[in-house]
T-cell receptor
């Protein structure tokens, strides 16, 4: 069975602090994809990153970086120098299990990040 | 602009009164899906469709129906809504491809349903 665990339910930091959101996944597939989505207070889901299981290179996009480690089945997300606008719920998701031409997304329960001024 | 459009964005209604949440995408995507989001549970898949006239159950299909008569539209139907269907609903679409092509899903802005 596929499963995504985000152990941190809520995190609160002060602006300019670095913060890491943890994501641990389970799957029996050897090929799979991992995603991060952001849900700001307005409610929409914003796609941040997709990473396939064959690419363990870390990725950096501005203040965002992702650390993918197959050995520990983790795909952690770090925000450097956090800002108030980063306040949101962040979801990690696993795409595994063929579903007729696309892959079913299994979501973690989300981590609510609050960045205080 | 590429987008997934859901309507209504908000709805308060009563138990048993049939309702439909519409979903439309303009990206010519074959794959469409409905999710519900509940506090502490994340997002769970209700139904999905891999193409016109092809639909199948997700993880929590009870109490819902869907149809896919046109490629761009994938309405979610609650024939007899109940309070436990009060939730935030998302429609999503993506391109299909070969196994493990895993294109990102594009999400609508969500529909908040309250069933009294």
């Amino acid at each position: 069975a596929q499963k995504v665990t985000q152990a941190q339910t809520e995190i609160s930091v002060v602006e300019k602090e670095d913060v890491t959101l943890d994501c641990v996944y389970e799957t029996r597939d050897t090929t799979y994809y991992l995603f991060w989505y952001k849900q700001p207070p307005s409610g929409e889901l914003v796609f941040l990153i997709r990473r396939n299981s064959f690419d363990e290179q870390n990725e950096i996009s501005g203040r965002y970086s992702w650390n993918f480690q197959k050995s520990t089945s983790s795909f952690n997300f770090t925000i450097t120098a956090s800002q108030v606008v980063d306040s949101a719920v962040y979801f990690c998701a696993l795409s595994s299990g063929f579903q007729g031409g696309s892959e079913k997304l299994v979501f973690g329960k989300g981590t609510k990040l609050t960045v205080n001024p | 602009e590429a987008q997934v459009t859901q309507n209504p964005r908000y709805l308060i209604t009563v138990t048993g009164k049939k309702l439909t949440v519409t979903c439309s995408q303009n990206m010519n995507h074959e794959y469409m899906s409905w999710y519900r989001q509940d506090p502490g549970l994340g997002l769970r898949q209700i139904y999905y469709s891999m193409n016109v006239e092809v639909t199948d159950k997700g993880d929590v299909p009870e109490g819902y129906k869907v149809s896919r008569k046109e490629k761009r539209n994938f309405p979610l139907i609650l024939e007899s809504p109940s309070p436990n269907q009060t939730s935030l609903y998302f429609c999503a679409s993506s391109q299909t491809g070969t196994r493990h092509s895993n294109q990102p899903q594009h999400f609508g802005d969500g529909t908040r349903l309250s069933i009294l």
